[in-house]
Every structure is written in C-alpha cells, then in structure tokens.
C-alpha cells in the first residue's frame, strides 16, 4: 500500500470536483439554464418556496448524477483497492441514501428559514439568517450524539470496566462530567480507527470505534481520549464556536454583499429571484478558498495544544506516539505532505510535526508526591 499516492489521488479528485462543481454552477448562471428552469417550474406551481425547493431539489439531484461516478470512485473503489472499506456495493448505496435522508430532513427547513429571510429582510436577509444558524448549530451539538449517530451506528455502553475506569478519571481531571463511555460499531464501514468526543450539556459523550477498542492497549486508548478531552479542558470548544459565529455572520455578510453586486452581471432583477440564487453558492465556494486555510491554522493549533494536554495529564509520551503511528498507517494517512498541501487542507499537523512537537515537551520528574492512581502506570520522561 501506499499512503502517499493514496492521498494524492482522493486530494486530487477533491480538487478537481471542486473546481468542476464551481465551473458547472457558473455556466448553469451564465448560459441562461438557471433562468429556464425557475421558467419550467413555475408553470407546475405559483408557491415561490415550493418552487425554491423544487429548484435546488433539481439542481442538487443532477449534481448527484453527475458526481455519481466521481463518488464511487473516491468513497467505494478505492477504498477498497486499499483495503480500508468493509462495505459491498450496496451496503454503501444504503449508508449514502441515509446520509441524503438525514441531509434533507434537516437541509430543507434550513433552505425554507433562509429563503424567508431573504423575502422578509431584504439586504439584511444575512443578519436573522446568521443568528438561527446559530441556533440549529447549538440543537444540533444536543441532538447528533444521541438521535442522529444512532442512525448509522450501533452504539453501545463500553463494557471494559478497567479502561472505563481510567477515561472516567481522565474526564473528570479535565472537569467534564460524562454520563458513560461509548463503542461504535465503525468497523461495519471501514477497517479505519478513531474517536470523538462529541455534544454538549446533557448528551456530552465519549465514543470510541470498535476498530480502536480491539487493536489498541490501554494506555494507547488512554492517550487518544486524554487528546479529546485536552480540546474541552483548553476550552477550544467554546473557543470553536465563538470564532465560528464571528466567522459565519462576517461571511454571510460578505457572501450577501458580493450577492447584490453581481445580480446585474447576470441581468437579474432582484435578490429574491430564485434564477439568481445559485450566485450565492458560487460566491460561498470562492469566499471558502480564503477561509480555509486559516480555520486549518488554528485547528491545527488547537491539535498541538491538545497533544501537549494528553501527554502532561497521561505522562505517557511514547504510548501516545506510538498510537499515532498506528493510527497513521491504519488509516493511510500521508506522513509528510507537501507543507503547502498541509498548511491549506489539513486542518490536524502531519503525523511527522505532531511527533517533532510532541518530542520537544519536557515532562517534570516524577515525585511520589504526584499520588498517582495505582491502577495507572505513568511513565518518566
């Protein structure tokens, strides 16, 4: 197997169908087709948010069709020419559809609120807009872990009661009150390993894959959780969302903005004619190419001081990189990128930088004065 080239081949395709998608949407605008097809519609129905929903509905079916061979390719061929999927052909069909279901059920109402802002608030459409998405990202934080994950997962209590024992521990080091520690059935779709922790309030949870809990020890698990929770304890999360607010509400503003100004290239008379919408995706795409890399920078900041975090609070350093070698061959990930491949798509440091930062941290002698938990077995610098 090789890593690299499979990298290179799902970021090249990554690339390519991002730029297709983004060519394709334009000629759509420019050629007259989006004008045509709000025409088509409108002799179905007089209903402008069923006519908006049949629109995107379309638009995102032909998507699918085109993009069918290309996601076939990525998600199912090659994952198995690697060995990495444990899906037949339609057991893949199956999970998509759901995850179209899923998509649907809440995408559409999303669709619905923007487009009645847009009639309600005029220019300031982005405003009211921004706050509700706001509101559905915090329901959605609440409800993923416990209503949605289910749906693709069989999630169970972990039964190991030692490791448990040493997660709840660590959970409790970084202040986080977990109601119970997870396994998920991920090797049912991939031979890949990993874990969350996810939600927040009352559904806050540990998950760990199955793929990790058979194939890793103790102490290596104990690294990768103590990892997760360096994320609560160095309060990234909050930090996520208050910069993930201020990004989506200056974004939505620019997006808006830039909307307006282009309506006219295209002789479009208004901002709520529904021809004139798919502008909005094409000025989300090009707006996205300069965000990404800075959202990576700091996530992959975060990453950093999270690996410090497990470590101090596991005083385990050579488990923990030893669970990251593993989990970079596993999952096939590139050990060393091209730095202008990871500064701009990684939002996690290549393996190579995470074990040069993690070797540079100095843990302080160990006393007997620490008190360490018998059933753990620290280990000195």
């Not at 669970?323 to 999952?331: A, G, I, S």
């Not at 500064?343 to 070797?359: E, T």
Request: net charge positive; with cysteine; aromatic share 16%.
């Amino acid at each position: 197997m090789n890593p690299k080239k499979y990298n290179n081949l799902k970021l090249a395709i990554g690339i390519s169908k991002g730029i297709s998608s983004f060519i394709l949407l334009f000629l759509f605008v420019a050629s007259g087709y989006s004008l045509a097809l709000q025409y088509y519609l409108a002799a179905y129905t007089n209903n402008s948010y069923l006519m908006f929903i049949m629109f995107f509905m379309t638009i995102g079916f032909a998507g699918g069709v085109v993009y069918f061979p290309v996601n076939y390719y990525t998600e199912f061929y090659l994952e198995h020419k690697y060995n990495l999927s444990n899906q037949t052909f339609w057991k893949w069909i199956w999970e998509d559809l759901k995850g179209v279901l899923v998509s649907l059920l809440i995408g559409v109402p999303v669709l619905l609120i923007f487009f009645f802002s847009l009639n309600k608030y005029g220019n300031m459409w982005w405003l009211p807009f921004a706050i509700i998405l706001f509101l559905i990202s915090v329901i959605l934080a609440r409800v993923v872990p416990v209503i949605i994950l289910p749906l693709f997962y069989k999630i169970t209590p972990l039964e190991d009661e030692s490791l448990k024992s040493k997660i709840n521990k660590l959970a409790v080091e970084a202040g986080i009150k977990v109601e119970n520690v997870y396994k998920f059935n991920m090797s049912k779709n991939t031979k890949k390993a990993n874990a969350a922790f996810t939600g927040i309030g009352k559904s806050k949870r540990i998950l760990l894959g199955d793929t990790l809990v058979d194939n890793y020890s103790q102490d290596e698990i104990e690294t990768v959780i103590a990892h997760e929770l360096g994320h609560y304890k160095k309060k990234h999360i909050i930090k996520n969302i208050f910069i993930g607010t201020c990004s989506s509400f200056f974004m939505l503003f620019l997006i808006a903005y830039l909307y307006d100004v282009s309506l006219g290239w295209f002789n479009f008379k208004s901002i709520v004619q529904i021809a004139a919408l798919p502008l909005l995706s094409l000025w989300a795409m090009f707006v996205g190419v300069f965000l990404t890399p800075l959202t990576n920078i700091l996530s992959r900041k975060f990453e950093y001081e999270a690996d410090e975090y497990a470590i101090r609070s596991t005083r385990k350093k050579e488990a923990f990189i030893a669970t990251l070698e593993k989990l970079t061959d596993q999952n096939l990930g590139d050990r060393e990128p091209h730095p202008l491949v990871e500064w701009f798509f990684y939002s996690h440091p290549s393996i190579k930088n995470r074990i040069s930062a993690i070797n540079k941290i100095i843990l302080p002698a160990f006393t007997p004065s620490d008190k360490p938990d018998d059933n753990l077995n620290y280990e000195g610098n």
